[in-house]
């Protein structure tokens, strides 16, 4: 809820907010003077200004133009975007040196007097632009050969461009290369890999392969920030000794060996986007999971674990509507949990020596979601235009999508038909409900066991339908 007295507040990413500081090297004093201009103040009042923005995220949007502006004039970068990256935009896609390396051909082509630079066209006439072709093709040709050192083909690459050695030594993109271990059990395999997204994309692709071995609920995902190393460890429930690792870091290539880097701002976003990032992926294949942040832990307390049902409605004006816009809270559920505390106590103790105390707890939460919530919801359509689905991150009860004419009576009920979609959450001291963990084979579990409730409740009303005994 906004504050009465922000009422153009607007949150920005701290983090980035506090990692482009250090790299323009201002000082909070200095930035503090972009929020506050008057005079009279003193350099430790617009320091806290400025420090107060940063601890908490939160400021006004002109405030935040200001801000942009002085980092922007920095860091030579456009403003508007960069505003846009402070509010958690995506960042600028990674650069490369394919422009560059076109312009450096046809200066040789005027220039004449390369016999190679012909010979290599050729191989490309049939594109609409051959020397742009021949351009993409030299920049993977030179990443790769800065890897390997190769004495002789850098020796052609500088012959075909024009470049001396030191010049070719130069990064080719903004990619860059990983050096990516994986440690199963004490065993590791090392390899070297282009670009950030195939690391994410080998971390997550056998680690959810590792874990779909794993049958107990309370299994860990940690994300590990130690730059300019990261790493996202695996922790079996019970066996301590079963682990899966993976260590990685940005390296850069030079004549005299790989050199460790930090990841850069697309490198980031590409672990912590909301969509494919590290975070995402762990919270839909395990049930705890540790961010790359200390204080960032879900769950912190099973016993405030809570399923929310929500039901999407459809705003008054939908191009303007944010998420939160489309979706009515209906019911925050609880179950059983907490009743008959000494039992649950003594139960769940048993349960977490087993590793599948989460497992308890969410069937716990499930008794009496049926009864209790889903089927008054459901019981003004028919019974058997409800269907029901698992998925990421939740359970997701629905009515059929139209399929034969003889259907479209349909629409005098339901429109544009009914959606209720159940999540799992944590609710948090104050109150507030905050996403939790929920791996896929669980939610799953969930869906099975309401699925049974509607087939029952499906053939209830088929039997009364047609005058049978239910």
């Not at 008057?38 to 995220?57: L, V």
């Not at 020397?131 to 050969?145: D, F, N, P, T, Y």
């Not at 919270?283 to 204080?295: D, L, R, T, Y």
């Not at 039901?311 to 939160?324: F, G, Y």
């Amino acid at each position: 809820m906004k504050k009465s007295g922000r009422p153009n507040g607007i949150h920005i990413q701290k983090e980035r907010l506090r990692e482009l500081r250090d790299m323009t090297g201002l000082t909070q004093e200095a930035l503090g003077e972009c929020v506050v201009r008057a005079k009279s103040s003193s350099a430790e009042t617009k320091s806290r200004s400025y420090q107060r923005i940063e601890r908490k995220g939160l400021t006004s949007l002109a405030t935040a133009e200001k801000l942009a502006n002085a980092l922007a004039e920095k860091l030579q970068r456009d403003p508007v975007k960069l505003l846009e990256f402070l509010r958690g935009g995506q960042p600028d896609g990674p650069p490369d040196r394919v422009d560059e390396i076109e312009r450096q051909l046809r200066k040789q082509l005027n220039d004449g007097g390369n016999a190679l630079l012909p010979q290599a066209l050729a191989h490309h006439k049939e594109s609409d632009n051959p020397v742009r072709e021949l351009a993409s093709h030299i920049s993977k040709r030179l990443e790769v050969a800065q890897l390997e050192q190769r004495g002789e083909q850098l020796a052609q690459l500088a012959e075909l461009t024009g470049w001396t050695p030191t010049e070719l030594q130069r990064p080719v993109s903004n990619q860059g290369f990983w050096l990516l271990i994986t440690n199963t059990y004490g065993h590791r395999d090392t390899q070297i890999v282009m670009g950030v997204s195939e690391v994410v994309y080998q971390v997550t692709t056998e680690g959810a392969e590792w874990l779909k071995s794993i049958s107990e609920s309370d299994t860990r995902v940690a994300l590990v920030e130690e730059l300019p190393w990261m790493r996202v460890s695996i922790c079996h429930p019970r066996l301590p000794w079963r682990f899966k690792e993976f260590s990685f870091v940005r390296c850069v290539p030079s004549v005299t060996g790989l050199q460790w880097a930090k990841p850069t701002e697309w490198d980031r976003w590409t672990l912590d986007n909301d969509f494919s990032g590290l975070l995402n992926w762990a919270f839909k294949e395990a049930n705890f999971v540790k961010g790359f942040k200390a204080e960032a832990q879900w769950p912190g307390d099973l016993g405030r674990l809570r399923l929310l049902v929500r039901e999407q409605v459809i705003p008054e004006n939908e191009e303007t509507a944010e998420d939160k816009d489309w979706w009515k809270e209906i019911a925050v559920h609880k179950g059983w949990l907490g009743e008959e505390p000494e039992f649950q106590v003594e139960t769940r103790t048993r349960f977490l020596q087993e590793g599948n105390e989460h497992a308890l707890v969410t069937n716990w939460l499930a008794s009496g979601l049926w009864d209790d919530v889903l089927a008054p919801l459901l019981e003004s359509v028919p019974a058997d235009w409800w269907e029901i689905e698992a998925g990421a991150p939740g359970v997701r009860v629905r009515t059929k999508p139209l399929l034969r004419l003889h259907e479209m009576s349909r629409y005098a009920l339901e429109p544009r038909g009914r959606t209720y979609f159940i999540r799992l959450v944590e609710e948090t001291d104050s109150g507030e409900l905050r996403s939790a963990p929920w791996r896929l084979k669980d939610v799953q579990a969930l869906a099975e066991r309401l699925q049974k409730d509607l087939t029952a409740w499906q053939k209830q009303s088929s039997s009364a339908r047609d005058g049978l005994p239910g």
